[in-house]
Protein backbone atom coordinates (compact mmCIF):
# COMPACT_ATOMS: atom_id res chain seq x y z
CA UNK A 1 0.00 0.00 0.00
CA UNK A 2 0.95 3.49 -0.65
CA UNK A 3 -0.21 7.08 -0.03
CA UNK A 4 -1.67 8.18 -3.33
CA UNK A 5 -2.93 11.66 -2.54
CA UNK A 6 -4.05 14.34 0.09
CA UNK A 7 -7.05 16.68 0.20
CA UNK A 8 -7.96 19.63 1.52
CA UNK A 9 -11.36 21.68 1.24
CA UNK A 10 -11.91 24.93 -0.67
CA UNK A 11 -14.86 26.85 -0.98
CA UNK A 12 -13.92 27.89 -4.89
CA UNK A 13 -12.03 25.56 -7.17
CA UNK A 14 -10.94 27.38 -9.57
CA UNK A 15 -9.18 30.45 -7.16
CA UNK A 16 -7.93 27.60 -5.37
CA UNK A 17 -6.14 25.72 -8.52
CA UNK A 18 -5.25 29.46 -9.35
CA UNK A 19 -3.52 29.96 -6.04
CA UNK A 20 -1.50 26.66 -5.87
CA UNK A 21 -0.50 27.14 -9.71
CA UNK A 22 0.32 31.15 -9.09
CA UNK A 23 2.54 29.93 -6.05
CA UNK A 24 3.86 26.33 -6.19
CA UNK A 25 3.57 26.06 -10.09
CA UNK A 26 1.07 23.02 -9.38
CA UNK A 27 -0.84 22.28 -12.36
CA UNK A 28 -4.10 20.36 -12.79
CA UNK A 29 -3.96 16.95 -13.62
CA UNK A 30 -7.76 15.77 -13.26
CA UNK A 31 -10.45 18.43 -13.23
CA UNK A 32 -13.77 16.73 -12.20
CA UNK A 33 -16.86 18.69 -11.10
CA UNK A 34 -15.69 19.79 -7.59
CA UNK A 35 -13.01 17.70 -6.99
CA UNK A 36 -9.29 18.89 -8.61
CA UNK A 37 -6.20 16.45 -8.71
CA UNK A 38 -3.00 18.44 -8.93
CA UNK A 39 0.75 17.61 -9.49
CA UNK A 40 2.51 16.29 -6.83
CA UNK A 41 -0.47 14.48 -4.85
CA UNK A 42 -2.79 17.55 -4.00
CA UNK A 43 -6.20 16.88 -4.34
CA UNK A 44 -8.58 20.28 -3.84
CA UNK A 45 -12.00 19.33 -3.01
CA UNK A 46 -15.20 21.68 -2.96
CA UNK A 47 -16.54 22.64 0.02
CA UNK A 48 -20.13 22.00 -0.22
CA UNK A 49 -19.01 18.07 -1.31
CA UNK A 50 -16.85 17.65 1.27
CA UNK A 51 -20.06 18.67 4.11
CA UNK A 52 -22.07 16.38 1.98
CA UNK A 53 -19.98 13.44 1.64
CA UNK A 54 -19.45 13.57 5.84
CA UNK A 55 -22.55 15.21 6.98
CA UNK A 56 -20.74 17.52 9.17
CA UNK A 57 -19.26 21.08 9.06
CA UNK A 58 -15.65 22.08 7.58
CA UNK A 59 -13.72 23.63 10.65
CA UNK A 60 -11.40 26.81 9.13
CA UNK A 61 -8.34 27.41 10.61
CA UNK A 62 -7.75 23.95 12.78
CA UNK A 63 -4.09 24.03 12.64
CA UNK A 64 -4.27 20.33 12.98
CA UNK A 65 -2.33 19.66 9.57
CA UNK A 66 -0.12 21.65 7.33
CA UNK A 67 1.28 21.34 3.29
CA UNK A 68 5.36 21.78 3.49
CA UNK A 69 6.69 22.96 0.44
CA UNK A 70 10.30 23.71 0.17
CA UNK A 71 12.17 26.88 -1.15
CA UNK A 72 15.70 27.53 -1.84
CA UNK A 73 15.01 31.15 -2.57
CA UNK A 74 12.42 31.79 0.36
CA UNK A 75 12.86 35.62 0.29
CA UNK A 76 12.13 36.03 -3.30
CA UNK A 77 9.20 33.42 -2.79
CA UNK A 78 7.67 35.63 0.24
CA UNK A 79 7.78 38.85 -1.91
CA UNK A 80 5.85 36.75 -4.66
CA UNK A 81 2.79 35.48 -2.24
CA UNK A 82 2.66 39.30 -0.87
CA UNK A 83 2.56 40.61 -4.33
CA UNK A 84 0.22 38.22 -6.13
CA UNK A 85 -1.56 37.37 -2.66
CA UNK A 86 -1.48 40.68 -0.31
CA UNK A 87 -4.54 39.52 1.83
CA UNK A 88 -2.26 36.68 2.81
CA UNK A 89 -3.26 35.67 6.73
CA UNK A 90 0.70 34.72 8.29
CA UNK A 91 0.76 32.67 11.28
CA UNK A 92 4.27 33.09 11.52
CA UNK A 93 6.38 35.75 9.09
CA UNK A 94 9.96 34.54 7.90
CA UNK A 95 12.15 33.33 11.15
CA UNK A 96 15.06 30.61 11.03
CA UNK A 97 15.04 27.72 13.39
CA UNK A 98 17.62 26.81 16.02
CA UNK A 99 18.74 23.95 13.23
CA UNK A 100 19.25 27.21 10.50
CA UNK A 101 16.47 26.04 8.43
CA UNK A 102 14.04 29.88 7.50
CA UNK A 103 10.53 28.92 7.37
CA UNK A 104 7.01 31.25 6.50
CA UNK A 105 3.62 29.63 7.49
CA UNK A 106 0.49 30.94 6.53
CA UNK A 107 -3.11 30.31 5.25
CA UNK A 108 -4.57 30.09 2.07
CA UNK A 109 -8.07 31.45 1.51
CA UNK A 110 -9.59 28.72 2.83
CA UNK A 111 -7.90 28.63 6.04
CA UNK A 112 -5.96 25.72 5.10
CA UNK A 113 -2.15 25.75 6.82
CA UNK A 114 0.80 26.03 4.35
CA UNK A 115 4.22 26.46 5.46
CA UNK A 116 7.60 27.11 3.04
CA UNK A 117 10.64 26.18 4.73
CA UNK A 118 14.61 26.36 2.73
CA UNK A 119 15.98 22.84 1.60
CA UNK A 120 18.01 20.69 4.81
Known amino acids: MRLKNFLIVVKDIEKAKKFYHDLFGLEVILDNDGNVILMEGLVLQAEKYWKEFLGRDVIVKNNSSELYFEEPNIEAFIEKLKSLYPETEF ?8 WGQKVVRF ?14
Open 91 to 98: VNELMTHS
Open 107 to 120: YDSDGNLIEVGTPM
